[in-house]
């Protein structure tokens, strides 16, 4: 089988520019499918927070220019090759030379003109994508313009597009005035069938109606989003697409994360809980936590806030910590309530309790490797990364059932001696704290213990499966 010419694009990727999980998606899946036999390209702006080293790097190729409404702006395109992977930078100074990625008045411009930019790059360069897979609302105007602005255009008459919806949350909703101002369409964009949302204009809904498949990230997450509690609005659209929409749980890049090769651990190991231990003592010294091996650690690395679960600490941490031998080591931050509480908890048991309100890479994956549990109980989590890191370093996730939460953890059964964590289905605090229980109470038990590790070295998530899902997706969309 001949090996398809794949171009993703997205708004930030591994190692140039993160601030979430998009990046770590777009950072290795193009890896994968490049191992599969694929031709895997990527194309990003060129922010201004890509660091020096990176910038160096790039070889200038070409440069154009790109039609928004009257304005006609500049674009230059440069590159680079990483692991084997081209990846294409759009540089714009005022547009991309900003001190954040996101959160500006003009973020409707600023997209307008990367897919055109895209589009644009598309017709000059000397290799030709027989498939756009672009990832969320910040690319969604390709599969509108594709079947808009260059339907006539012979370099894209056989080009098929994948739209890939990682938080359906945010959609990229705008005013109409964008439609006509900056995308040159007309008022036939603005109705159900185009990209009318509500009065405004919605990236994402012009994504889901223009493309030729659409997929997310966890097969629960593509059923949940076509309810109306987790559709945001577009729950109606998405059932109408159903049968080209598809769910594919990520994967993490097990090479990046193994804990055997993990240069941030003060210990290495694989499948050795005696040599997992090493690290919880060595983090407990470095902490100012009694250091003791028999104490049950509860890890949790996440961004603060309402989404993954934290209203649920908040109504349980006080009878957690007064009644149960346990640590509980938090690293994020976030929302200022949820920072607050988690430093109140500390000041109240501070040989429990240790709030750590920063994020630091190398810190995370210390905890990671340290912590017994991995607590996460997300309202909704289209497919989650924190949990899979987990089961990577054998740290046992204690999740609720939502999202790529519940396609990727299952509740261990001490009859069966099947399950590679602690699940609970209700978005109920006391729920949660049985669970959380549920788990020290086996933590106790070192043979049950023992049999639940064993099974998480079986259930690992590297990104080959998640590859091989998506090739069969761009094949389908060929046919």
């Not at 001949?2 to 190692?15: A, D, F, Y």
């Not at 950072?27 to 599969?36: I, T």
């Not at 594709?146 to 597009?161: A, G, I």
């Amino acid at each position: 089988m001949i090996g398809l010419n794949i171009l993703m694009t997205g708004s930030e990727c591994t190692p140039f520019i993160k601030t979430g999980g998009l990046a770590d998606v777009l950072g290795s899946l193009p890896e994968a499918l490049r191992d599969e036999g694929e031709d895997v390209r990527v194309v990003l702006p060129k922010y201004q927070e890509i660091s020096e080293e990176w910038k160096l790097q790039m070889q200038p190729l070409f440069q154009m220019n790109v039609t928004l409404g009257w304005r006609n702006q500049y674009a230059g395109i440069e590159m680079i090759e990483h692991n084997g992977v081209t990846i294409y930078f759009i540089d714009n100074e005022y547009y991309f030379k900003r001190s954040n990625l996101y959160g500006y008045g003009d973020e409707a411009e600023r997209f307008v003109f990367f897919n055109r930019a895209v589009m644009e790059m598309i017709k000059q360069l000397e290799w030709t994508p027989d498939v756009i897979h672009c990832h969320d609302w910040q690319s969604g105007l390709i599969p509108v313009f594709l079947h808009t602005h260059y339907k006539d255009d012979p370099v894209f008459e056989h080009m098929k597009t994948v739209f890939t919806i990682h938080n359906l949350k945010y959609q990229g909703i705008f005013s109409d005035e964008v439609l006509y101002d900056l995308m040159e369409m007309d008022e036939r964009m603005m109705s159900p069938e185009g990209l009318e949302f509500y009065g405004d204009i919605n990236f994402m809904k012009g994504a889901l109606n223009f493309a030729d498949r659409i997929t997310t990230v966890s097969e629960t997450y593509a059923k949940e989003i076509q309810t109306p509690y987790y559709g945001e609005n577009l729950d109606g659209v998405l059932r109408s697409k159903a049968d080209r929409l598809i769910g594919i749980v990520n994967g993490i890049n097990v090479n990046d994360y193994d804990p055997l090769k993990d240069e941030a651990l003060a210990f290495s190991y694989r499948s050795s809980l005696t040599k997992k231990c090493h690290n919880k003592l060595w983090l407990q010294k470095h902490l100012g936590l009694p250091v003791r091996s028999d104490v049950p650690m509860i890890g949790i690395v996440s961004r603060l806030v309402e989404q993954k679960g934290f209203d649920l600490i908040a109504r349980i941490i006080d009878e957690l910590l007064d009644t149960e031998d346990i640590q509980l080591v938090v690293l994020g931050t976030g929302d200022n309530d949820y920072e607050q509480m988690f430093e109140w908890a500390q000041g109240k048991y501070p040989e429990k309790m240790s709030a750590n309100i920063l994020f630091s890479e190398s810190f995370s994956r210390q905890v990671y490797a340290a912590s017994d549990m991995f607590l996460m109980p997300s309202r909704f989590e289209p497919c989650g990364i924190g949990q899979l890191i987990a089961l990577r370093y054998l740290s046992v996730p204690i999740v609720r059932e939502t999202g790529g939460l519940a396609d990727t953890v299952h509740s261990y059964n001490e009859q069966t001696g099947d399950g590679n964590g602690f699940t609970f289905t209700n978005y109920n605090a006391h729920d949660m704290l049985f669970t959380i229980r549920r788990s020290l109470e086996l933590y106790q038990d070192k043979e049950s213990w023992e049999s639940l590790i064993k099974n998480i070295t079986k259930s690992q998530f590297p990104w080959k499966y998640s590859a091989n899902r998506y090739r069969e997706v761009y094949t389908e969309t060929m046919e």
